[in-house]
């Protein structure tokens, strides 16, 4: 990416999309106007620069997968990291970032220090907590509706090699969200995921450490570089259906009110349209400090724990099909709005007006007002979130 060249498109006022790597669904990424495509982690990775206490300054088109071999070799790391490294770290930022690591550490947002954004004149500013901290709190998880993030620099912390990993299966879904919700209760864990994949219900629990040796638990096992080991994993499952429509959500729920939430999708799960698709779920802990950043179109609202669902389904092209996953999602997005849960805005999310108002309050007036202030009306206009916030 040209130092001048992003600037001058923003600037340049005509239709234009944002894009990273393009993992975003529903055409996010996709634009009638023009594109702009940060995600070059060659080019990106020359350019980052370790600032000293911790800190490091990553381009927005570098990949995670990148980013963690350059701190690897630092014996640095990040707090929180997605579980497919191939996503670039400006779009991942823009729509929040969270992990295993994350019934720990929070969202990936939490950990950035400031970010460079160029606004639609063109205009590019340092943003943080301190300075243009409304364009901070819009700009991460906001999509790229404020502008697009040039740069950001972000804390690492000293890593660790190993993890104490103790899997575990559940017999059905509401000892699962039982066994999730405990876990929620607890501040002693590193690392948290749960699934329901293939008809296996499972959950992995895990601290890390450094030359760790498996402890009494029968189902211990010590792995090392996790991160590495888990984007094959998930890189695999991305590519297995790259010939069906990908239709992904995921409903972050406040601790406490996750077993509705399972609840509401697991009756669908046995019932067209969800029983003849290929359908995963996904399901993380959100645990954020007591001073983190009320960020405002995150996916996590002011719950100090919260959980995510994610549902995910592979579709044939049969428009009828698709048209009725979307109706099934746009009926669990009611659900978790009446559950104080948010969507997690990379996914399918049919927000209209209304709805957008009720999950994001006076928020969404003011991201209209801030996109008219600095002409941004032209940057990501085709996003359900622009548009609601249009509406209003
Ligand atoms: C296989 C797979 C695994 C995933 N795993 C995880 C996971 O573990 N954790 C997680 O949190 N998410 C995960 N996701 C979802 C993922 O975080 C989002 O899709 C994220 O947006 C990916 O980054 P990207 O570079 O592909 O972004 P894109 O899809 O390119 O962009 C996302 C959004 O941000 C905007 N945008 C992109 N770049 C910028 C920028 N530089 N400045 C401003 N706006 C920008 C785009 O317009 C778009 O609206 C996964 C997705 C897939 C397909």
Redesign the pocket.
């Given at each position: 990416m040209p130092a001048a060249f992003p600037s001058a498109l923003l600037g340049a006022g005509r239709p234009l999309?944002?894009?990273?790597?393009?993992?975003?669904?529903d055409g996010?990424?996709v634009a009638n106007g023009e594109l702009l495509?940060?995600?070059a982690p060659d080019t990106a990775a020359p350019q980052m620069r370790d600032l000293g206490d911790g800190l490091i300054e990553v381009p927005?088109?570098m990949s995670w997968y990148g980013l963690e071999r350059y701190l690897d070799r630092r014996n640095r790391a990040v707090l929180v990291?997605?579980?497919?490294l191939h996503?670039?770290?400006?779009?991942?930022?823009?729509?929040?970032?969270?992990?295993i690591d994350s019934v720990r550490s929070g969202?990936?947002i939490d950990h950035v220090e400031r970010i460079q954004?160029i606004d639609g004149t063109g205009t590019s500013r340092w943003c943080s907590r301190t300075d243009h901290p409304e364009l901070f709190r819009f700009?991460l998880g906001?999509?790229?509706?404020v502008?697009?993030?040039?740069r950001a620099v972000l804390r690492t912390v000293p890593s660790c090699r190993d993890t104490h990993v103790h899997r575990a299966d559940h017999a059905t879904l509401a000892e699962l969200a039982e066994h999730t919700e405990r876990i929620a209760q607890r501040d002693d864990i590193d690392i948290y995921c749960a699934s329901l994949r293939q008809g296996r219900l499972s959950s992995t629990t895990g601290w890390r450490g450094n030359g760790l040796r498996r402890c009494r638990d029968a189902s211990c096992t010590i792995m090392s570089d996790l991160p590495f080991v888990g984007e094959y994993h998930?890189?695999s499952?991305?590519a297995r259906f790259s010939d069906q429509v990908?239709l992904?959500t995921?409903y972050v729920m406040p601790a406490g009110q996750f077993a509705p939430m399972l609840g509401a999708v697991e009756t669908l799960l046995d019932r067209a349209p969800l029983k003849d698709v290929h359908v995963m779920l996904y399901i993380?802990i959100v645990r954020r400090s007591p001073d983190a950043s009320s960020f405002a179109f995150a996916p996590v609202g002011t719950a100090p724990v919260s959980i995510g669902l994610g549902l995910y389904t592979w579709i044939d092209y049969e428009p009828a099909v698709i048209s009725a996953t979307r109706h099934v999602f746009r009926d669990l997005l009611e659900r978790c709005c009446e559950l104080g849960g948010r969507p997690?805005?990379?996914?399918v999310n049919d927000l209209d007006g209304s709805l957008a108002e009720r999950l994001y309050g006076t928020d969404l007036n003011r991201l209209a007002q801030l996109r008219s202030a600095h002409q941004l009306e032209h940057v990501?206009a085709h996003?359900p979130l622009a548009r609601a916030a249009e509406q209003i």
């Open positions: 999309a944002l894009r990273g790597a393009g993992h975003s669904c996010q990424t495509i940060t995600y927005a088109g990291l997605p579980n497919y996503m670039s770290v400006g779009g991942t930022l823009s729509v929040g970032g969270a992990g969202m990936q954004l700009a906001g999509l790229g509706t502008g697009l993030i040039e998930t890189e499952i991305a990908r992904w995921d993380l997690y805005l990379y996914g990501n996003l």
